[in-house]
């Protein structure tokens, strides 16, 4: 008999172990096989060139920031490259005239700012990856350079090859 008296399996393992053990492999496969079907179209680590923009950011935030500085995301404090330039312009804020135009109009004490970063990233059809977490142009987030932590959009992502 394949169960005993007792119920287990060849007088060695209790059958409802069995079916447990069976499961949980089972359910570890299905993980991993969808894992792995996920990362196929992702490439190995390239350099790529990020843009960080910011139109409302206070000037004695933007004014410590410098080349060389390192760049983190916030909120997973995961490092994301090294400035390699900075772009700070007057800060604006958009005015009305009598007749209801809108222009530019100067915004004391902002700037606008625009940081680019060399960094590391996986490629993929849905965007980088840096370590785990995926990042496509006009994603928001909170940038952390330095002393200084503001909110950014991701302007462009360039591909060196």
């Given at each position: 008999?394949i169960?005993?008296?007792n119920g287990?399996?060849?007088?060695?393992i209790n059958?409802?172990d069995?079916?447990?053990?069976?499961?949980?492999?089972?359910?570890?496969?299905?993980?991993?096989?969808?894992?792995?079907?996920?990362?196929?179209?992702?490439?190995?680590?390239?350099?790529?060139?990020l843009?960080?923009?910011?139109d409302?950011?206070?000037a004695g935030?933007?004014?410590?920031?410098s080349?060389?500085?390192?760049v983190?995301?916030?909120?997973?404090?995961?490092f994301l490259g090294?400035?390699?330039?900075?772009?700070?312009?007057?800060?604006?804020s958009?005015?009305?005239?009598d007749d209801?135009?809108?222009?530019?109009?100067?915004?004391?004490?902002?700037r606008?700012?625009?940081?680019?970063?060399?960094?590391?990233?996986?490629?993929?059809?849905?965007g980088?990856?840096?370590?785990r977490?995926?990042?496509?142009?006009?994603?928001?987030?909170?940038?952390?350079?330095g002393g200084?932590?503001?909110y950014?959009?991701v302007?462009?992502?360039?591909?060196?090859?």
């Amino acid at each position: 008999m394949i169960i005993d008296n007792n119920g287990k399996l060849f007088g060695k393992i209790n059958a409802v172990d069995f079916i447990v053990i069976i499961s949980v492999l089972g359910i570890c496969l299905f993980f991993y096989r969808l894992n792995a079907a996920s990362e196929k179209s992702i490439t190995s680590q390239k350099d790529v060139i990020l843009k960080f923009y910011s139109d409302d950011i206070i000037a004695g935030v933007a004014d410590i920031i410098s080349k060389g500085d390192n760049v983190f995301d916030d909120e997973k404090n995961l490092f994301l490259g090294e400035i390699t330039d900075i772009e700070i312009n007057n800060g604006f804020s958009f005015a009305y005239d009598d007749d209801g135009n809108a222009y530019k109009a100067l915004k004391e004490g902002y700037r606008e700012l625009e940081v680019t970063a060399k960094a590391k990233a996986q490629i993929s059809e849905a965007g980088i990856f840096i370590g785990r977490t995926r990042y496509n142009v006009g994603q928001f987030f909170v940038v952390r350079v330095g002393g200084s932590k503001y909110y950014a959009q991701v302007s462009g992502i360039e591909i060196v090859e």
